[in-house]
């Protein structure tokens, strides 16, 4: 009898109906997988002192995301673009970005984090001079010819020297963004 009556009650549900229910099941679980996936959400912090900080994810070549949920935009250089909305991905731009994964990366994922005058950028990104040792990837990115030296913001005279002269080194040797490659890729 139990048997006669679960089969009527689905032929009572009109197959779309089923259909749709079961869509609707698998929609949910899904989206309850991401959320887990994701873990807790947290806000980024307001403030950020200097110091050591472990890197989440490395977003492209001058920007980074903290396992506390901060931005960090390297202060005083700019590397091509990889991941802006609506916009092309630029030539360098992915050198660039693997570049500063394998920086962070010779540190563990563990960087030091030193700020200046400006301390956050006009997205609310905190700007700063990240260090794995002794080496500052700000400066690398410039001289490996993967960024250019931002000289137009307020930050110090004494980094705009030394990135002046990292850029100087890269256009000299012809590297990444200075080489015949990337002019070739400019008349395109």
């Given at each position: 009898?139990?048997?006669?009556?679960?089969?009527?009650?689905?032929?009572?549900?009109?197959?779309?109906?089923?259909?749709?229910?079961?869509?609707?099941?698998?929609?949910?679980?899904?989206?309850?997988?991401?959320?887990?996936?994701?873990?807790?959400?947290?806000?980024?912090?307001?403030?950020?002192?200097?110091?050591?900080?472990?890197?989440?994810?490395?977003?492209?070549?001058?920007?980074?995301?903290?396992?506390?949920?901060?931005?960090?935009?390297?202060?005083?250089v700019d590397t091509p673009e990889t991941v802006k909305p609506n916009y092309p991905v630029e030539p360098f731009g992915p050198e660039a970005t693997?570049?500063?994964?394998?920086?962070?990366?010779?540190?563990?994922?563990?960087?030091?984090?030193?700020?200046?005058?400006?301390?956050?950028?006009?997205?609310?990104?905190?700007?700063?001079?990240?260090?794995?040792?002794?080496?500052?990837?700000?400066?690398?990115?410039?001289?490996?010819?993967?960024?250019?030296?931002?000289?137009?913001?307020?930050?110090?005279?004494?980094?705009?020297?030394?990135?002046?002269?990292?850029?100087?080194?890269?256009?000299?040797?012809?590297?990444?963004?200075?080489?015949?490659?990337?002019?070739?890729?400019?008349?395109?």
């Open positions: 009898m139990s048997r006669r009556r679960s089969f009527s009650v689905a032929r009572r549900v009109p197959y779309r109906r089923r259909r749709a229910l079961a869509i609707v099941l698998v929609l949910a679980a899904l989206v309850v997988v991401r959320l887990w996936q994701q873990g807790p959400s947290r806000a980024p912090p307001e403030t950020l002192g200097e110091g050591t900080y472990h890197v989440e994810r490395v977003v492209d070549g001058d920007t980074l995301l903290l396992a506390n949920g901060a931005r960090v935009r390297l202060q005083g693997e570049f500063t994964r394998r920086f962070v990366a010779q540190g563990n994922g563990t960087v030091r984090l030193q700020f200046d005058r400006e301390r956050l950028d006009k997205y609310g990104r905190f700007l700063a001079y990240v260090w794995v040792g002794d080496r500052m990837l700000n400066e690398e990115l410039v001289r490996a010819g993967l960024a250019t030296a931002e000289l137009g913001y307020r930050y110090s005279s004494t980094m705009k020297t030394r990135f002046r002269r990292a850029e100087e080194e890269a256009k000299a040797a012809a590297r990444g963004i200075w080489s015949s490659r990337a002019a070739a890729s400019d008349g395109l």
